[in-house]
Nanobody, 124 residues
Framework: QVQLVESGGGLVQAGGSLRLSCAAS????????MGWFRQTPGKERAFVAAISRSGAYTYYADSVKGRFTISRDNVKNTMYLQMNSLKPEDTAAYYC?????????????????WGQGTQVTVSS
């Protein structure tokens, strides 16, 4: 399995932007479908976005479509989440996740590797 480490979280005002990064160890990053999930206290972890192994296909939750952009660099073994027009309801701990092979769904349980999370707080 790949080891994942997120970075880039922080405090931002509503309407602002942040870019999250997820650095992966190992030499099999390009064989993994990657995704971003988020979680707030007392709620289940929820799908945000996912990207195919090559980066050709991306998927988004309706709540972030048009504001967030997921991307990856298979040379740098890194995935990104560009978050624009942030809203207070985007406040959450954000987790990157990966799973070997192809996958176009949104189930949390389908992903086998997880980072430790990075906090994003959007003030109104």
């Amino acid at each position: 399995q790949v080891q994942l480490v997120e970075s880039g979280g922080g405090l931002v005002q509503a309407g602002g932007s942040l870019r999250l990064s997820c650095a992966a160890s190992g030499r099999t990053f390009d064989s993994y479908t990657m995704g971003w999930f988020r979680q707030t206290p007392g709620k289940e972890r929820a799908f945000v976005a996912a990207i195919s192994r090559s980066g050709a296909y991306t998927y988004y939750a309706d709540s972030v479509k048009g504001r967030f952009t997921i991307s990856r660099d298979n040379v740098k073994n890194t995935m990104y989440l560009q978050m624009n027009s942030l809203k207070p309801e985007d406040t959450a701990a954000y987790y990157c996740a990966g799973r070997p092979g192809s996958y176009s769904g949104t189930y949390t349980a389908a992903f086998s590797s997880w980072g430790q999370g990075t906090q994003v707080t959007v003030s109104s």
